[in-house]
């Protein structure tokens, strides 16, 4: 089969072996990836990943001895692969299992391939309603959702969220879905207006005079200065939800958190129910979210396009 490998330094198209599949996995024909912006980071050095990336993705199970109604069927999957034996595992929390891999991230090979293998533990079916790129994004969604399981928002907290890259605007889309005012801020207001018009919005240039000013701030801006700025928009004893990962950081002045007795709150990967629930009725919503579909031979240009552009993806075969 074709996938794309990187080996430390490129990633390059090639030809390997179709996976063979373990007890308890499932061989899935892949239909299209999504580009995130950690197979972005993972090109500068992020986890030291070396292998097959890619870990948003829709397609079909070919074999699945484990559990053989899922054959035929349109799946996608959580990404985070627990060993299900260690103390953390036992005690409910399996994506931060201490022998974790990650889908594409972390010691396990991704989508980024006409075929990949993944745990029948992992999957969950796709609804008809479902489009298959749409479905790309319920990943991204549920990591969006888990925002909602960490922050407990109250109806009187002042929220805001910073960065409207792809992640930003799909957390700005699951507040307003669930009735939570609230101000977006980044640098593209007509990609917001686009996509979520409802959403009140201000430049960078525009927060003289905002500082300390939310109970709640979501940073989601993709890069280590928005953590900065997220400190500052915080209000006393506020919290704040950090989503953005990266290769490497910057130094950090963490003096305000300690003055202003911040709640600081890491988010990763949520809950893949309810973002399967609302694209199945609401999924003309994330159309907009999808900037250009690029055959996988293409994959160079898909990259490219990434630039300045919201979800970028790759169509196999």
């Known amino acids: 089969m074709k996938a794309l490998y990187y080996d430390g330094d490129s990633l390059v198209l090639k030809n390997v072996p179709i996976p063979e599949i373990t007890k308890g996995e499932s061989l899935i024909k892949v239909y299209y990836t999504g580009i995130c912006n950690t197979d972005l980071e993972i090109l ?26 899922l054959v035929g069927k349109r799946v996608v999957g959580e990404i985070n692969i627990a060993c299900g034996q260690c103390d953390l595992c036992r005690a409910g929390k399996r994506k931060h299992c201490r022998n974790i891999r990650t889908l594409g991230i972390n010691n396990y090979d991704g989508a980024f391939a006409e075929y990949m293998k993944f745990p029948v533990e992992n999957l969950h079916p796709v609804p008809d309603e479902i489009p298959n790129t749409i479905a790309t994004l319920v990943e991204p969604l549920a990591a969006a959702f888990q925002v909602l399981e960490q922050a407990h928002i109250k109806p009187t907290d002042r929220v805001c969220v910073i960065g409207d890259g792809k992640l930003g ?3 700005s889309i699951v507040l307003q879905y669930s009735g939570i005012h609230h101000v977006l801020i980044g640098k593209h207001p007509e990609r917001t207006k686009e996509v979520i018009p409802e959403v009140e919005t201000l430049l960078p240039s525009e927060l003289k005079g905002l500082e300390n000013s939310f109970d709640v701030v979501v940073e989601a801006t993709g890069n280590a200065k928005g953590f900065t700025s997220a400190i500052d928009l915080t ?83």
């Open 44 to 69: 500068k050095g992020y986890m030291g990943f070396t292998g097959i990336p890619g870990h948003e993705f829709v397609g079909e199970v070919v074999k699945a001895p484990k559990n053989k109604s």
């Open 169 to 171: 605007l799909l957390i």
């Open 235 to 317: 209000a006393p004893t506020g919290t704040l939800v950090l989503k953005s990962t990266f290769a490497s950081g910057e130094n950090l002045n963490l003096s305000p958190v300690v003055v202003k007795e911040l709640n600081i709150v890491g988010s990763r990967c949520g809950p893949f129910e309810p973002a399967i629930a609302f694209l199945k009725s609401q999924h003309e919503k994330l159309e907009g979210m999808i900037s250009g579909i690029f055959p996988f031979e293409e994959y160079q240009r898909a990259f490219e396009a990434t630039k300045g552009s919201l979800k970028i993806l790759l169509r196999m075969g």
